[in-house]
């Protein structure tokens, strides 16, 4: 019986200890940055320009296949593949910036910036909005922007 006694106040001993012991902190040490060769910068640069440029090639094949086509199961079509490759092409680009982090800091800030945009216009448009609404041209405009950016930062 002693020895269950002087168990349980060992136990009850560390309970206590342990209540009053500070937390682990769960901040981390800073990493140092981290730092890439030209050829690495180099290939990331050409991975995430290649990725866009087959994103905006995409986005012009889905946007020009109905024309002017006054066939609403035409325009349907249009605009489901449109919106496929805003969502599709959206996600891709972000997946291929996590991919290759010695991307420029500037190509990968305006890239995540067209990923947003294509989302953001996407939303609009399955939200019923149209082209001549202002909020969607508005961010049409942004898109726009931002691809010009990156064909400056891709060349």
């Known amino acids: 019986m002693l020895i269950f006694s002087v168990i349980a106040l060992a136990a009850l001993g560390m309970a206590i200890g342990s209540w009053f012991r500070p937390l682990p ?3 981390t040490a800073a990493l140092p940055a981290s730092s890439y060769t030209d050829q690495q910068v180099a290939s990331a640069k050409a991975d995430v320009c290649a990725a866009f440029g087959n ?22 079509g ?31 800030t305006a890239v995540k910036k067209q990923a947003n945009a294509y989302q953001e216009v996407l939303i609009y448009y399955l939200a019923g909005l149209t082209y001549s609404d202002p909020v969607l041209k508005s961010a049409g405009n942004d898109s726009n922007e931002e691809t010009a950016s990156i064909q400056r930062l891709c060349k």
Do not use: F, I
């Open 25 to 27: 902190s769960t901040k």
């Open 55 to 76: 994103v905006d090639h995409a986005l012009h094949l889905a946007d020009g296949r109905g024309g002017s086509s006054n066939d609403p199961t035409a325009q349907l």
């Open 78 to 108: 249009v605009a489901t593949s449109t919106r496929q490759v805003l969502d599709a092409g959206s996600r891709y680009l972000l997946t291929k910036l996590e991919e290759e982090p010695a991307t420029p800091p500037e190509l990968s």
